[in-house]
Each structure stands twice: as structure tokens, then as C-alpha cells.
């Protein structure tokens, strides 16, 4: 069964930049499995980020992108705001299944 | 702009099915790169991809649940449904339903409905 891995939370200071990563328990991400992220705030609804690795969902700020680094999907948030602490998803394209990840709470302080 | 709006029963009872519709607007449902896709998301828990349908009558099910859901599209309506059979209290979930182009993540989302069962 494919697993879809995140770091269950990260910090970043106001203005800072993080890095957020979505991996695969067995092998590496590829552009193929089509990395998608989004944010959730709790009892909201997803907004897709980044979709297909690195192109910016309509209405999202450039300070998101994303990328492959490494054999992971990757996340990057640069000049983080107070408003960016939320939950982030990745969601992979694997053998014809959407499989997500546990998410990554950021925390911004 | 594209808008999605999930209506369901709220509540339903053990081993009854649960019935939702997604109604579309501002774009329209026969696009031929338009999927139509359902999600749930159970309390404290990640997302989950159960079906998607494409207007031409292409269906795709997560195994798991295969036996168990049944999408459908309502062309002249505007609306795509999602029929889950046999329900327990592990199919309680937020239900989201989506759009996204072909071979592409870029998920539109509706709003979310909350489906309990509980008797």
C-alpha cells in the first residue's frame, strides 16, 4: 500500500522561509505522480496551493512554489505571514489513485 | 468563476446509503477536460479520494470503496451524485466534491458536507 510521507509539524519565523516535503514510504516522487499541496484550516475547506509540482493554484500568492528536491515533492514558503499557520496536504498520483499525506502543521512565530 | 456545492441528509442510519449531489456552476459540467470528483475527510483524519467521473461516462473508484459507491452525472441539472452503500460509523466524514482538469491536481473544491451515521 502506498504511503505518502510529511513532517507532522514545522515552525517558521514571520518573513522567514520554509521548506515542506511530501515523500513516498517506498521510492521516490516524480513530476509523473502529478504533487499537489494545499492548505486546510480546521473545519474549512481545502484551497489547492500548487498542483503538477510547480504550477500556482489561480489567486495564491507567490511566495508559495513548489518543487522536486532530492526524491521529494517540496513545499516553499517564502516570507511567511501570520495567516499562513494552517495545516498542508500533499497529494500524490500513484498507479492511478489519489493518495494523500497526513499533513504538516505549520506553526508561524 | 467556477462554484461547487455539495447537499446531503446530514444523517443516516447503519447499513442505509448515503446520497449526496454536487451541483456546478459557473462552468459547465460537459467541459471535456473537466473530472468531477468525490472526497471525504473523517473527523481528525487526512482526506480520502473515493470516485471521479468524467461527463462522457468515464467512472474511477479507489478500490477500497468500489463495491460500496456509485457516482453519476445529471447533465441537464448540472449536478454529479455519489450513492455509498451499506454505511457504518467509519464512513462519518466530511464529503467534498471537486473539480480537477485531466492529467492535472488542480482541484477546485466545494465547501464540504458533514454525513453522520449514527442510528
Known amino acids: 500500500q502506498t504511503v505518502v510521507t510529511q513532517e507532522p509539524s514545522f515552525s517558521v519565523s514571520p518573513g522567514g522561509t520554509v521548506t515542506l516535503t511530501c515523500g513516498l514510504s517506498?521510492?521516490?516522487?516524480?513530476?509523473?505522480?502529478?504533487p499537489t499541496w494545499y492548505q486546510q484550516t480546521p473545519g474549512q475547506a481545502p484551497r489547492t496551493l500548487i498542483y503538477?509540482?510547480?504550477s500556482r493554484f489561480s489567486g495564491v500568492p507567490d511566495r508559495f512554489s513548489g518543487s522536486i528536491v532530492g526524491n521529494k515533492a517540496a513545499l516553499t514558503v517564502t516570507g511567511a505571514q501570520a495567516d499562513d499557520e494552517s495545516d498542508y496536504f500533499c497529494v500524490l498520483y500513484v498507479a492511478g489513485l489519489w493518495v494523500f499525506g497526513g499533513g504538516t502543521k505549520l506553526t508561524v512565530l | 468563476q467556477l462554484q461547487l456545492q455539495e447537499s446531503g441528509p446530514g444523517l443516516v442510519k447503519p447499513s442505509e446509503t448515503l446520497s449526496l449531489t454536487c451541483t456546478v456552476s459557473g462552468g459547465s459540467i460537459n467541459s471535456a477536460n473537466s473530472f468531477w470528483d468525490w472526497f471525504r475527510q473523517p473527523p481528525g483524519k487526512r482526506l480520502e479520494w473515493i470516485a471521479t467521473?468524467?461527463?462522457?461516462?468515464?467512472?474511477h473508484y479507489d478500490p477500497s470503496l468500489k463495491s460500496r459507491a456509485s457516482i453519476s452525472v445529471d447533465l441537464s441539472r448540472s449536478q454529479f451524485s455519489l450513492r455509498l452503500s451499506s454505511v457504518t460509523a467509519s464512513d462519518t466524514a466530511v464529503y467534498y466534491c471537486a473539480r480537477h482538469s485531466g492529467q492535472s491536481g488542480d482541484f477546485s473544491w466545494g465547501q464540504g458536507t458533514l454525513a453522520t451515521v449514527s442510528s
Open positions: 467521473i468524467h461527463y462522457s461516462g468515464f467512472t
Open positions: 517506498s521510492g521516490s516522487v516524480f513530476d509523473s505522480y502529478l
Open positions: 503538477n509540482t510547480n
